[in-house]
């Protein structure tokens, strides 16, 4: 491993980092009518990582493009990006921007607000910092994170639905996030 000089409680050089999509995912899951989840990812995404020298002082922001949305289902990614969902043609991203990092032994808090489909909403992801690493390709530095969340699709104006009976639907309003993301270092 690596070894930098800290930024005050957060165990990165100060500076930029840019997402390295390549080995980076952003994938969510959803439940469909209670009995089984459904995962998809998005395939394209941008973020940087900018390092203050104290943690209040650090930031986050990500877009991503909801049109790369991938269920593994043609049909049911083309239904994703209509308007009973998405609306990409009106609302093409989704954007991430962060308002705070909370620590806590060594675990943090990313806190910021999500905005989809023109609704911004704040959301706080837990985040595992996984190590730092040079790749000896490149000999750039490189960060690995872990976080997960969750998010409610109505609050951002994604109802549809088909109603199951009961209190039971078709697809669950929970809406669970999971991103491994690498960071590299810019030079």
Known sequence: MTTI??????PLESGTWQVDSVH???EFTVRHMGISKVRGRFNTFTAELVVGETIESTQVRAAIDLGSVDT???DRDNHIRSTDFFNTDENPKMTFVSTGIVEKDGEYELQGDLTLNGITHPIALEVELNGLETNPMSQ???AGFSATGSLSRKQYGVEF??????DKVLISDKVNLDLEIQFVRAS
């Open 5 to 10: 000089e800290q930024t005050a409680n957060l």
């Open 24 to 26: 980076s995912n952003v």
């Open 72 to 74: 593994n289902n043609a």
């Open 161 to 166: 639905d088909v109603p199951l009976g009961g």
């Open 140 to 142: 750039a530095l490189h």
